[in-house]
């Protein structure tokens, strides 16, 4: 386990006296909830859930509920997967000790569990007892041109709500089994309007009183929403008004704002730099006068509508310099990275706020 030694400790516990900007860490796994925890990030800014799915005996049972036709089989099948998603975030909340914890639903699109070889729907026929006609019918009907811009994140948490449910319960039963107790948050991917925020905040709602009725224990959590189309940046006082928190998704904001693929333009965009089109790649350097000016709207929009909603960015620029000032500059609450950038972002952060007071960065500070 990375941990950083005691002077450069010193130097980050100054620099958090110093900074005025709030650093998290995105962390899919308990191996990098311990690295943020050990670099002391003050949370959880993202937890990608999708990952949690793809161990053998839960793609198993995935699978199966994408082959379910009824509502319920479909549930019936997702309480299978209860357990282990609710020790996955029992785990995650027990090495953060009590920081906050985001979990980001399921965002990917369904046909990402299945298999695409002609040998692995062999396979999924024979242990579903399908016939191969029906396994190759329902993943055809899953497959989309675009599936990026397909059915995926809210859209599928919209139309197959028992994913998003078993989700849900999973976060609340987990947070009422921590010790010490934790308020989760909740967030909801790809949101693209005021109405799937309404929709599922009910949905998320009603599992949450069942589970303090079921369980006798009172809790609370906050649901929060992923800023990551343009329309969400557009709507943000809307949106706001159903969230407490905003986390703006740069990976996908760049994507959709250039309309330009995050996958393959790595393909040119070097020689698209070297041609002087582009001054950087907008997915490496937060592009301040496009994707910055949907944050900077986005921001003051959400905040004129609730003044007390929380702002951040968990896209990939959350641990770059420039873009931490930019976010301060936003008023922005924390900014979300790699584990891995938390030093460097709780750094940057420091030297940010004392240049904005204007001190000298040379003097130590008075402790
Ligand atoms: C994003 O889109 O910026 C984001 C953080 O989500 P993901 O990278 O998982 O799409
Ligand atoms: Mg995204």
Redesign the pocket.
């Known amino acids: 386990q990375p941990e950083p030694d005691a002077s450069f400790r010193t130097i980050l516990a100054w620099a958090d006296e110093r900074r005025d900007i709030g650093v998290r860490a995105?962390c899919d796994t308990p191996a990098e909830a311990a690295v943020a925890a050990g670099f002391e990030a003050e949370g959880i800014g993202?937890c990608?859930t999708?990952h949690m799915f793809f161990d053998k005996a839960r793609l198993t049972v995935m699978r199966e509920m994408i082959f379910a036709d009824d509502p319920a089989d479909r549930a019936a099948a997702l309480k299978q997967l209860l357990p282990v998603q609710r020790s996955d975030f029992l785990e995650i909340f027990r090495i953060m000790a009590g920081k906050p914890v985001t979990i980001?639903l399921l965002?990917p699109p369904l046909h990402e569990f299945l298999p695409h070889d002609r040998q692995g729907k062999l396979d999924l026929a024979a242990s579903l007892d399908l016939p191969m006609a029906r396994v190759e019918a329902r993943i055809e009907a899953l497959s989309e041109v675009n599936p990026m811009l397909g059915l995926r994140g809210v859209r599928l948490g919209i139309l197959v709500p028992e994913i998003y449910e078993m989700q849900a319960r999973a976060i609340f039963e987990a947070a009422i089994g921590s010790a010490p107790r934790v308020t989760p948050e909740v967030m909801i991917?790809?949101v693209s309007s005021r109405r799937e925020v309404e929709i599922v905040k009910a949905r998320i709602e009603a599992v949450a009183a069942q589970v303090r009725t079921e369980s006798g224990i009172e809790f609370d959590y906050r649901l929060g929403v992923?800023v990551?189309t343009p329309r969400a940046a557009l709507r943000a006082d809307e949106i706001a008004e159903y969230a407490s928190f905003l986390?703006?998704?740069?990976?996908?904001?760049?994507?959709m704002t250039y309309g330009l693929s995050?996958d393959d333009a790595g393909r040119f965009m070097s020689a698209y730099v070297a041609e002087g089109v582009f001054p950087e790649d907008p997915f490496l350097q937060l592009d301040v006068d496009g994707v910055g000016e949907l944050l900077t709207m986005g921001a003051n929009r959400a905040r004129a509508a609730r003044r007390d909603v929380t702002l951040s960015i968990?896209?990939?620029?959350g641990g770059d310099p420039d873009s931490i000032a930019f976010c301060r500059h936003a008023g922005f609450d924390y900014v979300s990275c790699s584990p891995f950038r938390v030093p460097v972002a709780r750094m940057a952060a420091a030297h940010l706020a004392i240049r904005a007071r204007g001190e000298t960065t040379t003097a130590p500070p008075r402790r």
Not at 247 to 255: A, E, I, R
Not at 314 to 317: A, L, P, R, T
């Open positions: 995105n993202l990608r999708e980001r965002d991917p790809l992923m990551e986390s703006f998704g740069t990976n996908d904001l760049t994507q995050r968990c896209g990939e620029h």
